[in-house]
T-cell receptor, first 110, second 112 residues
Framework: GIQVEQSPPDLILQEGANSTLRCNFS?????LQWFHQNPWGQLINLFY???GTKQNGRLSATTVATERYSLLYISSSQTTDSGVYFC????????????FGTGTRLQVTL | SQTIHQWPATLVQPVGSPLSLECTVE??????LYWYRQAAGRGLQLLFY??????ISSEVPQNLSASRPQDRQFILSSKKLLLSDSGFYLC???????????FGNGTRLTVT
């Protein structure tokens, strides 16, 4: 099956700093999503981005499908950004089965 | 708008007892439905998915089973729980190819 690698595994930032999270995948995909899991375990859908660039407030994401990677940018980080960020991809067609990376654990400190 | 409900939020069960976790989706029809498990706070593993009523696909051989008795209802079950079944179980849905996946709030299961 498809392999998904995320980096870095852990990241500590001071409030106000910017960061870039990376997701590499081993095969072509027809779906890619970024999720944020908050400290209570809720998984929040950030972006549905199989290709191209999207922005939502302080967050933006870019997927370069031909080179098999995606980047999540967090600008002016806040303590509420803390949690685990997951990249998930799918290349199985109609079944739409997402394969998750192991995540990047982000801690934003004051 | 579409919403997904998953219950209970937490559950403590003894080894050997049965399990039933329920998930329902509102505001859509014929969704794709999924059960994922997360252990040790990182990495989600797909357990089951369903593209229609009565259609269940299993991804990982294990002590669990799933059923879809109604279009928007997905149930995760076990006849006898093992210690290794402890974890965070998440139900999810999507409208089909080309649409994003949305998760419920999860059930934290502890088998003692």
């Amino acid at each position: 099956g498809i392999q998904v690698e995320q980096s870095p595994p852990d990241l500590i930032l001071q409030e106000g700093a910017n960061s870039t999270l990376r997701c590499n995948f081993s095969d072509s995909v027809n779906n890619l999503q970024w999720f944020h899991q908050n400290p209570w375990g809720q998984l929040i859908n950030l972006f549905y981005i199989p290709s191209g660039t999207k922005q939502n407030g302080r967050l933006s994401a870019t997927t370069v499908a031909t080179e098999r990677y995606s980047l999540l940018y967090i600008s002016s980080s806040q303590t509420t950004d803390s949690g685990v960020y997951f990249c998930a991809v799918d290349n199985t067609g109609t079944a739409s089965k997402l394969t998750f990376g192991t995540g990047t654990r982000l801690q934003v400190t004051l | 708008s579409q919403t997904i409900h998953q219950w209970p939020a937490t559950l403590v069960q003894p080894v050997g007892s049965p399990l039933s976790l329920e998930c329902t989706v509102e505001g859509t029809s014929n969704p794709n439905l999924y059960w994922y498990r997360q252990a040790a706070g990182r990495g989600l593993q797909l357990l089951f998915y369903s593209v229609g009523i009565g259609q269940i696909s299993s991804e990982v051989p294990q002590n669990l089973s799933a059923s879809r008795p109604q279009d928007r209802q997905f149930i995760l079950s076990s006849k006898k729980l093992l210690l290794s079944d402890s974890g965070f179980y998440l139900c999810a849905w999507r409208g089909g190819p080309g649409s994003p996946l949305h998760f419920g709030n999860g059930t934290r299961l502890t088998v003692t």
